[in-house]
């Protein structure tokens, strides 16, 4: 029998916290570092994304270490989309053909704080709060910490980042000839707002995902389970009805109120939020190789760390369990060689993950612009007409990304098959009907 | 009269020394910070990138600083490739249709400590080396630096960056948010090599840039007034033939010998110098935007840390030369408004970096593949033909990138225009042929 090694997982975030799980479950002894402290204890960070859609992905992979259970009793269902117009009007769209399919409102502290407990309730893991990674020696995996009590130094031969868009260990790595990385912005920005609660109950539909179109800009809004929604608005950084331009609280609320009225009657604390919620910035992050060997030690990247994506497609988190349930394949297939599991890991992850990457940045326009349209709506409607038609051989792309576990290139390639094959069906339905039109002609 | 400001520079080198230039002459104080030893005293490092082609561009700036005749003695004046088969056979294309226009082989040392001495030859300029920059804060301006005497301070309300591809400064600037940055490898490494001077004379033509193009692979060489040529070899860094495989002084001598048989015969060290002189990277570093604004100070990027690109169009040290002389023309535009001047800099010169950042990545596969084959050789004829033909309507983009300062996306666009008006003027005269024809059929 091997000797259980030793790996160490920075970040214990949602993918520390589920790399841990699968590893535990291989037999590793596991140490996870987080810069943060317990969640367990602290209240959760004030404007920061409180809430992120779980789609069947996400709870493929908690289903594989036995965490699904735990986390769905939080879940609140959104079988689909409300739209909601400048003059209040609402319209629904159902995600999938039949309905019934739904993503699910998670907020991401109370998963945080369900799946640490289930990793550390796994014999071998530990955590280690309060630890910020300010040095990483590839060749050692000797790793320094600043902490309340000081820097420390710990090692590891196995390394694993799970630290996020912001990575301290990618910042490492980039240092590396042959590191290919990237850090693309979006000239948008974003700030949380919320509808509380009114006498007790949710003051818009829970069963759906709130969106309020608005060409250049947006809002969304997801439920929460103690009946409040977090709202999150997308607005350009600078140019009309900007952050930059919208600046005082005054021109913000004369605005918002403008263009967000039926939002704006739900929102008693607007002002505050204005004031005391940062702005977030909205980056894509590419990095290959997602590994890095030194002599003595192999480094790797999960997550955000490896593919921050902008949250448009509510993939993020769910993209990143998957590179789990890879990396977890890959050792097994590899009999645990922790080197070669991780270039096959890598190798097989990236092109799913710059995928998911350009499917996010689609979909924001999709989602501030073309969701308002009539032809989008029409689309929607004969999408989901042909899947009905053809059960199980037309899906929409939305369905695959976000009801099935299919890669998500694969979905691509699909999808541009499926769309061959109609353009395909529809020529020849118009040529049927010229020649029968011709045919009548001669009689 | 406005009291002359301090501005501190980072980095000593090509570009450093000329933008410091640049500054003096409008009345600045001028601290250059330099990580490296005084390159007036040291020797220069092995194995690093040691000859460069100045053209147009480059000596563009340097005639307005008047440094291009100190420069130009120690020049090495180009007017074509002269490509070596394998067999050892000599092919000569001419860089212009003239025949005349040359691209120069310099010394980077000795251009660098030229280029030096012009800098604190003007009143206001003085040089601190074995400085390295360590630390920025952004807002205040302060820099850390690691000097032999231990950590220093300094600070600046104008801080420009010309450190180089791997920009200390720019990694700073990377944790902002907006700060947009990509770091692309190529799958090759560079090794260089020597051929001696034999019995004191170039044992090559001097008069012509030599390449040795093998398909996935090739090897170049630039004159040194010493008479001896400084080769670069690019060969993939895995694969067959490649720097991975070929991992011994035997196995690469075999391989070296077979393929570069002409050049193997004039090169009596090349076993030292496969052992000593490192395996190189090229890379290609974009990042947006050039300029960062504190609250109390500015930081610019100039040359290769803003843009550094592959060496296969010979423009890197030209287009950063380039730089400077747009900073210059924006600092008087806006009367010397630092803050507006390096915005105004960077968003007129973005463009123009990223397509020499295109144009070298194609140019390797032309150097390394095309310049072997007939009908290349045959379109660069046709080339040649079209611009003697039709002077100054008709350049080829090399001479444009090469010979002009046309900057460089106006050459791409210029080129586009060219090529559709040849092959319009070509069908025309296609469809003449053919009325002509039928015309002549009919009779």
Redesign the interface.
């Known amino acids: 029998m091997r000797a259980p090694q030793e790996v160490a997982v920075v970040g214990a975030g949602l993918v520390g916290c589920l790399t841990a799980c699968f590893l535990a479950r291989r037999g590793y002894q596991v140490t996870l570092y987080e810069r943060r402290s317990d969640p367990r204890s602290a209240t959760a960070e004030r404007g920061r994304s409180i809430n992120l859609a779980l789609s069947e992905r996400g709870l493929d992979a908690l289903r594989r270490v036995g965490l699904d259970e735990a986390v769905m009793k939080a879940a609140l269902p959104m079988p689909g989309r409300m739209m909601h117009a400048p003059d209040g009007t609402l319209s629904f769209q159902p995600y999938s053909a039949d309905g019934q399919r739904a993503i699910n409102s998670i907020s991401r502290s109370e998963l945080n704080r369900t799946m640490l407990e289930g990793a550390l309730a796994l014999p071998g893991v530990r955590a280690r709060f309060e630890h910020r990674l300010t040095g990483l020696d590839v060749d050692s995996g000797l790793m320094d910490f600043d902490t309340p009590d000081g820097p420390v130094q710990r090692s590891a031969q196995i390394v694993l980042a799970a630290d996020g868009a912001?990575s301290a260990v990618r910042g490492r790595l980039?240092?590396l000839?042959?590191?290919?990385?990237?850090?693309?912005?979006l000239d948008y920005g974003y700030k949380e707002l919320t509808i509380p609660a009114r006498d007790g109950e949710f003051a818009l539909d829970p069963g759906a995902l709130h969106i309020w179109p608005r060409g250049q800009a947006m809002m969304i809004a997801l439920p929460n389970p103690d009946r409040s929604f977090t709202c999150t608005l997308f607005w350009p950084?600078s140019g009309p009805g900007s952050f930059d331009e919208l600046d005082t609280a005054e021109r913000f609320e004369e605005f918002f109120a403008a263009n967000y009225a039926d939002a704006r009657a739900l929102m008693p604390d607007l002002a505050d939020d204005y004031t005391h919620n940062p702005i977030g910035?909205l980056?894509t992050m590419r990095a290959y190789p997602w590994h890095a060997r030194g002599a003595d030690a192999v480094v790797g990247l999960l997550g955000d760390a490896a593919h921050a994506v902008v949250p448009f497609y509510g993939q993020g988190a769910n993209c990143g369990f998957e590179d789990c349930v890879e990396l977890d394949r890959c050792l097994e297939e590899t009999g645990d060689d922790f080197p070669e599991a991780l270039a096959l890991y890598g190798s097989r992850r990236k092109e799913h993950a710059d995928t998911i990457a350009e499917l996010a940045l689609e979909n924001f326009v999709e989602m501030r612009d073309k969701v308002a349209s009539r032809s989008f709506l029409l689309q929607k409607r004969i999408e989901h007409g042909l899947e009905r038609l053809l059960p199980g051989r037309y899906v929409s792309r939305y369905e695959l990304v976000s009801f099935s576990t299919v890669p998500y290139a694969e979905v691509q390639r699909r999808i541009t098959r499926q769309r061959r094959a109609v353009v395909a069906v529809a020529l020849g339905a118009l040529a049927a009907v010229g020649v029968t039109a011709g045919l009548l002609r001669r009689r």
Chains 1, 2 share one sequence.
């Open positions: 912001y980039q240092f000839p042959g590191f290919d990385f990237s850090q693309d912005f950084k910035h980056v």
